[in-house]
């Protein structure tokens, strides 16, 4: 009966979510963007990596990586104070509509054969721009659902927006098998993004200026580095005076370090050593179908962190992700077969995802509402920085085959301390509280 009355409740609040016209504009608005995101990370991820007109090898997709995610990164204490001060909505409006734009200048350098740093800054620019959509998104969820909604919310939302992308990348592979792998057919495949960045622009722009915040705060128009500086000290302290918020956030650092070592090593495995095994082929169709996997991954992380958080709260649950994470990818990873790294695909989006909703979730139910906009692009600078950190250190250790027992061998040390040191937290203290305060924050 118990078992029927839980299974009843999340019924019922995912058809709360979705019964509200506001969750399901916000929601649609994140489909429709990080479809676009897939679009062109998979049009920009064959121009690089498997364009036999640009050949790279392990450190050059590090250099990449670097010059397109760090820069960008400085945009985000800035997105942060813009978002605290101005109409989110009106954020998303403007920011999907310039993405728009930004595409069909990166369309045309690839279509010219225009390589390096005008390059490079073309995709900086799209990448910029993304940090305001991906902020403004997180930071506008919770004027669209109650609190207590928050961690289904996220995990519908974030879930929905990283199948989306995936997607997104899979339609892109698709048209590229008939496009050709040249300049000129990735050209085309990214202006193809640019439709679903000004579907996203549409859907949001019926909300009201003020619905998606901020609520109690000064709108001015202009912002100097002072008012950046202050507002970021402001934002660092706020989350610094929460041990739950700058725990979480230790553990996606961790998360995120282990994500940028796979990533290297799994790009370079299916470029330059895999063979192909009866339905896993290699190359860009086989890293389609890894990151087909990490989808499933990322729809059952949302279907099981809900009811776990619920049944044994955040922290617990994050612990038993993490463990999972160290098993999985030694495990699955060390063959070094195809089949085994779409496999290790699955393990690596559950863990992410789950990982996410309860850090996401964390977030938002202990930063006040003024200061949202600049702890998630806090956040999500940590996210990029952190990742971009392992794909470098990767890319100057790693063999150039991708075949190494010791990246494995690290990634699962990292989340097996992560996972102890979660574990040691909550016996300190979250994991000690009655059930009902085992869901929220310390």
């Known amino acids: 009966m118990a078992g029927q009355v839980r299974a009843s409740g999340r019924g019922a609040t995912a058809r709360r979510l979705l019964g509200r016209a506001d969750f399901r504009r916000l ?3 994140r489909l ?3 479809f676009g995101d897939g679009v062109f990370q998979a049009a920009l991820a064959g121009t690089v990596l498997f364009n036999p007109q640009r050949a790279a090898d392990p450190v050059d ?22 978002l605290d001060r101005w109409s989110r909505r009106q954020v998303l409006v403007v920011a999907n509509c ?6 069909g200048l990166v369309a045309a350098l690839t279509w010219w054969g225009v390589s390096g740093p005008l390059f490079y800054l073309a995709g900086l620019a799209v990448f910029s721009v993304n940090r305001f959509v991906l902020s403004a998104l997180s930071a506008g969820l919770p ?7 928050l961690v289904p919310a996220n995990a519908l939302t974030t879930t929905a927006g990283a199948v989306s992308g995936v997607l997104g990348g899979g339609v892109a592979i698709g048209v590229q098998s008939l496009l050709g792998g040249t300049d000129g057919g990735y050209a085309l495949l990214a202006l193809c993004s640019a439709p679903a960045y000004l579907l996203g622009a549409a859907v949001v722009s019926g909300f009201a200026r003020p619905h998606l ?3 109690h705060t000064s709108r001015a128009a202009t912002v100097s580095a002072r008012d950046v500086l202050h507002g970021m000290v402001a934002g660092a302290r706020h989350v610094l005076a929460s041990r739950a918020a700058t725990w979480v956030l230790g553990v996606m650092a961790v998360q995120r370090v282990c994500f940028g070592l796979l990533t290297l090593l799994t790009l370079l495995l299916y470029r330059n050593s895999l063979q192909p095994v009866g339905w896993f082929p290699v190359g860009l169709p086989g890293l389609a179908q890894v990151l087909a996997a990490g989808a499933l991954g990322t729809l059952l992380a949302a279907a099981a962190t809900p009811p776990a958080v619920r049944r044994w709260g955040k922290n617990r649950w994050t612990t038993a992700v993490l463990l999972l994470g160290a098993v999985g990818q030694l495990g699955l990873g060390l063959p070094f077969s195809p089949p085994t790294i779409v496999a290790a695909g699955f393990v690596l989006g559950f863990v992410g995802q789950a990982v996410k909703i309860c850090v996401d979730s964390t977030l938002q139910e202990v930063v006040h509402d003024d200061f949202r906009g600049r702890v998630f692009s806090v956040y999500d600078t940590l996210f990029n920085v952190t990742f971009v950190a392992a794909v470098v250190v990767a890319a100057l250790l790693l063999p150039s085959s991708g075949t190494s027992v010791p990246a494995l061998v690290v990634v699962a040390v990292l989340y097996l301390t992560a996972a102890i040191a979660n574990g040691v937290a909550g016996l300190g203290g979250r994991s000690s509280a009655t059930p009902s305060e085992a869901q929220g924050p310390a």
């Open 213 to 215: 915040g901020p609520d």
């Open 143 to 149: 004027h669209t659902c109650d609190r207590p909604q």
């Open 27 to 29: 929601l649609l608005t």
């Open 98 to 103: 310039v993405r728009a734009g930004l595409v």
């Open 61 to 82: 997709v590090a250099a990449g990586f670097a010059i397109l995610l760090v820069p960008y990164s400085l945009v985000g204490p800035f997105a942060g104070v813009w």
């Open 32 to 34: 429709a963007s990080q």
